[in-house]
């Protein structure tokens, strides 16, 4: 594992991924740029999210295009704990994540940690815990230093609130769905965590419903259909 998998971007405090294996080359993460943001990609109506406490429709507002990104309104908070899953659907396609940006409160209501796992629809807080997720992340405590809503603005353009995290491009592949479990926050003492703004960026294929055509054999001859099984059966003795 690469120290691309790792790093993550932001104005201040530190912070990590973890994937599987041991060890890692110390290359720098590849940047990204705006024009990678997935935010027109992203099946937003069928956004959802567990634990939630603002309307169901407040979940699409915080994927917000460059030009809002700056917005703080609405927050997404957590309900009875500060635990929240967040299921990001893609649209008819497939997708290479580079990196996961974030910006979240930065005091008593900051997410810790946030595990991620890619194309699992069945992720809920009944196995959030034993399921092993793709990716596990380390936000460091950084964000927006305001906790009461009536000190909150409307907008408040600060990049050091922002921190983009490095996912590692090769686990990251033929990604159809994405879901997110913020497991813990910074104050224990706390029952919420807060979430102003999740862009992703990558590269995004779509998926193509090519006809399917079926060549019917009229004169079958033996000796083929010998050659295809048992290639058919040295294929499945070599993969497993």
């Not at 027109?40 to 915080?62: C, E, R, V």
Request: glycine share 6%.
């Amino acid at each position: 594992m690469s120290c691309e998998d790792e790093h993550h971007n932001h104005g201040n405090g530190s912070g990590h991924g973890h994937g599987s294996g041991h060890g890692h080359l110390h290359v720098a993460p590849i940047p990204t740029n705006e024009s990678q943001s997935l935010l027109s990609k992203i099946d937003l109506p069928h956004a959802t999210a567990l634990n939630l406490a603002n309307p169901p429709d407040d979940l699409q507002k915080i994927f917000r295009s460059q030009e809002d990104k700056y917005k703080l309104k609405p927050i997404i908070k957590t309900d009875c704990d500060p635990q929240i899953i967040i299921n990001i659907p893609f649209l008819n396609g497939s997708v290479k994540l580079f990196s996961l940006i974030l910006r979240t409160n930065g005091d008593k209501y900051c997410p810790k940690t946030i595990k991620v796992w890619k194309n699992d629809k069945t992720i809920d807080f009944d196995n959030a815990h034993s399921k092993k997720p793709t990716y596990t992340i380390t936000h460091p405590q950084v964000g927006v230093m305001l906790n009461d809503d009536e000190d909150v603005p409307d907008v408040l353009e600060d990049d050091g609130d922002f921190v983009e995290h490095y996912l590692p491009r090769h686990i990251f592949t033929g990604v159809q769905q994405l879901t997110l479990f913020i497991d813990d926050i910074y104050d224990d003492d706390e029952d919420e965590s807060h979430l102003h703004y999740v862009e992703l960026r990558g590269e995004f294929t779509e998926l193509t419903k090519d006809p399917v055509i079926t060549l019917y054999e009229l004169a079958a001859n033996p000796t083929d259909h010998k050659n295809l099984t048992a290639t058919e059966a040295t294929n499945y003795s070599l993969g497993n």
